[in-house]
């Protein structure tokens, strides 16, 4: 199964072709997508498995090609829907493995949260370590009303393994999306949300992590499309860069005429541990309406020389405090992460990496 993609995360404002950040190309070869053979999901009370049609057209972070390649290859998935006024409090799990068998996993997802409603549901990707495989993924998210939902993702695949994971999201009047997604693996991967904004005081929150060694490949588009009035963003990510690891990042906030009084936010942290490393970003503000605050920030750069003395001065070498700053900047995403086996196998995949490192620049 040949995977091409010519325009995927698309920036939503070019900007100069030379700086080859206004799209990316993926290009991957995949096992033919059998049918993955789902088990039975595990459903708390008020939430159902439903094959009603999703009840808007939206777009999507990586854009049509993904989602068009998904909705005609997939071999799994789920569309659930969360009765109104329904709040479990235990998460909806689905874990997606590749194996021998099963070495492309092409998954459809949906989430309709009905009116005053509250889900989450945690995601992960897994792989042998010496496979070659082949993930794709789309998601679609409907916030109702007041609902609130949700999305962790956990991306632990191998250094053999291609991946994309595309998202598209709808708030009502006071819906919220929350989205955490955690990139540590796979030799390429690509990702990309979009959110709209659409109802009175809707919400977005968006926090990701990645981990770039070798020569992975790392590639976000984020966008918040703000078109109700008062309505709020918040877009946050953080990683490291290693050996001659690249990464893209491209946020955009999108304040849409009639936006009133709409509040957008992104910042970007990043750690380079190598001159051999190659981290572009692209943070956006297109602005219709006046009305409205937005700010961007990005930092770049090595590890605080006073905050590495200070771990060196107990004790540590100059290696092992290097480690612990990186696993300590995932911290606070990896703790939100409602699940105490998936955040020890996120800190463990990170452990054996960096265990496998002889030097941090």
Request: charged fraction near 25%; include cysteine; proline fraction near 3%.
């Amino acid at each position: 199964m040949k995977v091409a993609f010519q325009h995927a995360n698309v920036l939503p404002g070019r900007t100069w072709n030379r700086l080859g950040i206004n799209d990316t190309e993926f290009r991957a070869e995949a096992a033919k997508a059998v049918p993955y053979g789902d088990k039975a999901v595990s459903l708390p009370a008020g939430v159902t498995l439903s094959a009603e049609p999703f009840p808007a057209e939206i777009e999507t972070g990586m854009g049509k090609e993904a989602a068009d390649f998904v909705e005609k290859n997939r071999n799994c998935g789920v569309s659930l829907r969360v009765a109104a006024g329904a709040k479990p409090e235990r998460p909806v799990f689905l874990p997606y493995e590749l194996d021998g068998a099963r070495s492309a996993v092409v998954d459809e997802n949906a989430v309709v949260a009905g009116e005053g409603s509250e889900v989450t549901v945690v995601m992960s990707y897994r792989s042998r370590a010496d496979l070659a495989g082949f993930h794709g993924g789309l998601t679609r998210l409907y916030a109702a009303k007041g609902a609130v939902i949700h999305l962790i993702q956990v991306q632990l695949l191998g250094d053999r393994c291609a991946h994309f994971d595309n998202v598209g999201a709808f708030a009502e009047e006071n819906g919220k999306i929350d989205v955490i997604q955690a990139e540590l693996g796979g030799r390429r991967a690509l990702s990309g949300v979009k959110t709209r904004l659409d109802g009175r005081k809707s919400r977005l929150n968006m926090d990701a992590i990645y981990f770039g060694d070798r020569k992975r490949s790392i590639d976000f588009n984020y966008v918040a499309e703000h078109t109700g009035k008062k309505t709020a963003s918040e877009i946050h990510v953080s990683g490291a860069l290693l050996d001659e690891s690249e990464k893209t990042f491209r946020g955009t906030i999108d304040f849409v005429r009639g936006a009133k009084q709409a509040v957008g936010h992104e910042s970007e942290y990043n750690l380079l541990f190598s001159p051999r490393v190659r981290n572009r970003t692209a943070p956006l503000i297109l602005c219709s309406e006046e009305d409205v605050d937005g700010q961007h920030a990005a930092s770049t750069g090595k590890i605080d020389a006073d905050r590495l003395f200070y771990l060196m001065s107990r004790g540590l070498s100059e290696l092992e405090a290097k480690k612990l700053i990186i696993e300590a900047q995932f911290r606070p995403v990896t703790d939100r992460i409602p699940d105490e086996e998936l955040r020890a196998a996120i800190l463990e995949y990170v452990k054996v990496r960096l265990n496998g490192l002889e030097s941090l620049g």
